[in-house]
């Protein structure tokens, strides 16, 4: 089993859509989780870390299930330049700032 | 404030030849780490340098190694390069060992 799980995707979705994305991780004692953002050919960028509370920022929610071992992000209203890959990080907290990837989704939005 | 510089951008490498990739961390970081983007992929762990040393290694063979310096810069070596050594290599820099990572624009080796 893989350590990060991401939904395989792509996802093809119109502008204006809602989007979600799914993530799982193996370890349960993990520490810390993101979402980043990676351009086609470009370097990741973080979009936004994820607490168990749950966060927003903008279009973009994030929530975290320590439970189920589950992430998500949900972008509302999605524009022609959300089109990336979204990657699902995870750091399992006992090994420094190693991160752990998904493979990521791949996001096209369409006009 | 430069972020987290690599160099060089692109490279092109025969099979069994050596490359060097180097990296500067963004300004009041001192930790470095290395990933390794294969097409398709997300970034794979190679290692992580604090104080000069490695402290954290992926599971890469020896044919990788790294250094870092005084300044906190870094470099990954690749040695006897394979055609599976293709990828875009990544840099990242925290404070501390801390994350998240801010990565450099990457270095993409074609190997062939």
């Known amino acids: 089993r893989k350590e990060v799980e991401q939904d395989p995707g792509p996802f093809n979705v119109p502008e204006g859509a809602t989007v979600a994305f799914n993530c799982t991780y193996s370890?349960?004692?993990?520490?810390?989780f993101f979402w980043y953002r990676q351009d086609c050919r470009k370097e990741p960028k973080l979009l936004m870390s994820v607490y168990s509370s749950g966060n927003e920022d903008g279009r973009f929610t994030a929530q975290l299930n320590r439970a189920s071992q589950y992430i998500s992000l949900l972008i509302r209203d999605s524009k022609l330049s959300d089109s990336a890959t979204y990657l699902c990080?995870?750091?399992?907290?006992?090994?420094?700032?190693?991160?752990?990837f998904g493979q990521g989704t791949e996001l096209s939005v369409k006009p | 404030d430069a972020g987290v510089t690599q160099s060089p951008t692109h490279l092109i490498k025969t099979r069994g030849q050596q490359v060097t990739l180097r990296c500067s961390p963004k300004?009041?970081?001192?930790?470095v780490s290395w990933y390794q983007q294969a097409l398709g992929q997300g970034p794979q762990f190679i290692f992580q340098y604090y104080e000069e040393e490695e402290r954290q290694r992926g599971n890469f063979p020896d044919r990788f190694s790294g250094h870092q310096f005084p300044n906190y810069s870094s470099e990954l070596n690749v040695n006897a390069l394979l055609l599976g050594d293709s990828a875009l290599y990544l840099c990242a820099s925290s404070p501390r060992g801390a994350s998240p990572l801010h990565f450099g624009n990457g270095t993409r080796l074609t190997v062939t």
């Open positions: 300004s009041g970081h001192d930790t």
């Open positions: 990080v995870v750091n399992p907290g006992n090994q420094g700032g190693k991160l752990i």
């Open positions: 370890n349960s004692a993990s520490q810390s």
